[in-house]
C-alpha cells in the first residue's frame, strides 16, 4: 500500500526541497540594505497616523480586495456550472440552486453597493 503513495511522497518532497532552496538561495542573493524608511510601516500609500491598535486608517482597500476575492469565487462556481447548462443531464434542481446562488450574491452586492463599498472616491 506504500507503494502506491510513493510517487506523491516523491514529489512532495521535491517540491519541498525546492521551495526551501529557493527560500535559502534567494537569501545569499538578496541586497540587505535596512534603513528608517524601509522599515517603517506602511499600508495602502498612506503615512501611519498613531498607534496600529489606536489609530485611524481606512479599510476601503480591504473591503474591495473581500469583494473581488467573494466574486472571484463566484466565478469559479458559476463556469463549471455553465459548460454543464449545455448539456440535457442538468436538472431543474441544479439550475434552482444556482439560481439561489446567484441570488444571494446579487444581495451581497446591493448591500455593499448600498453601504458604499463601492465608492472609490471619497
Known amino acids: 500500500m506504500f507503494l502506491t503513495y510513493l510517487?506523491?511522497?516523491?514529489?512532495?518532497a521535491v517540491v519541498?526541497?525546492?521551495?526551501?532552496?529557493?527560500?535559502?538561495f534567494?537569501?545569499?542573493?538578496?541586497?540587505?540594505n535596512p534603513?528608517?524608511?524601509?522599515?517603517?510601516?506602511?499600508?495602502?500609500?498612506?503615512e501611519p497616523i498613531g498607534d496600529a491598535s489606536?489609530?485611524?486608517f481606512r479599510?476601503?482597500?480591504f473591503v474591495i480586495a473581500i469583494l473581488f476575492i467573494?466574486?472571484?469565487?463566484?466565478?469559479?462556481?458559476?463556469?463549471?456550472w455553465a459548460v454543464l447548462l449545455t448539456d440535457e443531464s442538468i436538472s431543474l434542481l441544479i439550475f434552482i440552486e444556482m439560481f439561489v446562488f446567484i441570488v444571494v450574491l446579487a444581495i451581497g452586492l446591493i448591500y455593499a453597493w448600498g453601504k458604499g463599498a463601492l465608492d472609490w472616491v471619497k
Open 54 to 56: 489606536t489609530g485611524h
Open 59 to 61: 479599510v476601503h482597500f
Open 35 to 46: 534603513y528608517g524608511t524601509k522599515l517603517s510601516p506602511w499600508e495602502c500609500g498612506m
Open 70 to 80: 467573494v466574486f472571484d469565487v463566484e466565478t469559479l462556481y458559476l463556469f463549471p
Open 26 to 32: 534567494s537569501s545569499f542573493l538578496r541586497p540587505n
Open 7 to 12: 510517487p506523491v511522497l516523491m514529489m512532495l
Open 16 to 24: 519541498g526541497a525546492m521551495g526551501a532552496a529557493a527560500v535559502i
